[in-house]
């Protein structure tokens, strides 16, 4: 299983960023993926999943309404869409595959979890 997150970068307050999450050695259809991001000082926090066949689908409280999770299996892909982006959503972006539906339920890791490179996502005040 390998994971790499991308499309981190530096925006304002407000603005929008799209993270990718490129899936390899794995069938990716029988996998949930999440989003997490963890702070400096701040524990990891689960930000978003979506299941394999995209029908259960989980956001943390902070960004319903704001951040959009998509998958396209064809192509092993994963995107985060993120909106209003506000100082409190910078973080390291983390993006992780588990094979059960833990994940999607409480937006949290499992043993079984497995988690690629993070990108950084920094929004300036």
């Known amino acids: 299983v390998q994971l790499q997150a991308s499309g981190g970068g530096l925006v304002q307050t407000g603005g929008s960023l799209r993270l990718s999450c490129a899936a390899s050695?794995?069938?990716?259809?029988?996998?949930?993926i999440g989003w997490f991001r963890q702070a400096p000082g701040k524990e990891r926090e689960g930000v978003s999943c979506?299941?394999?066949?995209?029908?259960?689908?989980y956001y943390a409280e902070s960004t319903k309404g704001r951040f959009t999770i998509s998958r396209d299996n064809a192509n092993n892909m994963v995107y985060l869409q993120m909106s209003s982006l506000n100082p409190e959503d910078t973080a390291v972006y983390y993006c992780a595959a588990d094979p059960g539906f833990v994940m999607c339920l409480n937006g949290q890791a499992t043993v079984s979890t497995t988690w690629g490179r993070g990108t950084q996502v920094t929004v300036s005040s």
């Open positions: 979506i299941s394999g066949g995209s029908t259960d689908i």
């Open positions: 050695g794995f069938p990716m259809d029988y996998y949930a």
